[in-house]
């Protein structure tokens, strides 16, 4: 076991990446860092780098334009990363899915670790959803 994934479940850094939400899923963001669901008591804090992250945190419904950017930054993310679709929109383009500018499900452009559901997900939806990938990381971690 390498000292980072040893790391990995005490302290997840997180980069955000919005591609064609409407907004509202990314101030649920926020929301989920505010002292009343306090994200960060797991561990989990915001980077603005995902050269600094250990997941990948994806919004929105992957517009054509994002597609070759999402390929691009995870490739840069250090690996083990973990992709996290955030949303209707993350998981399955949601309302946007017919749109003309809309391009192919996060799924099938990166590989996905974590589905979190919702429109725009709930604080408490995004809790459990962290605590199966804290489940995740740990199984990744006993390998
Ligand atoms: S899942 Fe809903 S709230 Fe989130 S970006 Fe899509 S439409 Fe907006």
New binding site residues.
């Given amino acids: 076991m390498g000292l980072k994934e040893k790391i990995l479940t005490k302290s997840l850094y997180v980069f955000h990446l919005s591609s064609g939400?409407?907004n509202?899923?990314d101030i649920e963001i926020l929301d989920c860092l505010t002292p009343r669901y306090d994200l960060e008591r797991f561990g989990i804090v915001l980077v603005g780098s995902v050269k600094h992250a250990d997941a990948l945190l994806c919004?929105?419904?992957t517009n054509r334009l994002c597609v070759p950017r999402i390929k691009k930054l995870y490739e840069m993310m250090p690996k083990p990363g973990f992709v996290i679709a955030w949303?209707?929109?993350g998981s399955s383009r949601?309302?946007f899915k017919d749109s003309y500018n809309t391009g192919s499900p996060l799924d099938e452009i990166i590989p996905v670790d974590l589905y979190i559901p919702g429109?725009?997900p709930k604080p408490e939806a995004v809790i459990a959803g962290v605590k199966k990938l804290l489940d995740k990381v740990n199984a990744v971690k006993k390998k």
């Fill in positions: 939400s409407c509202n899923c919004t929105g419904s949303g209707a929109c949601g309302v429109c725009p």
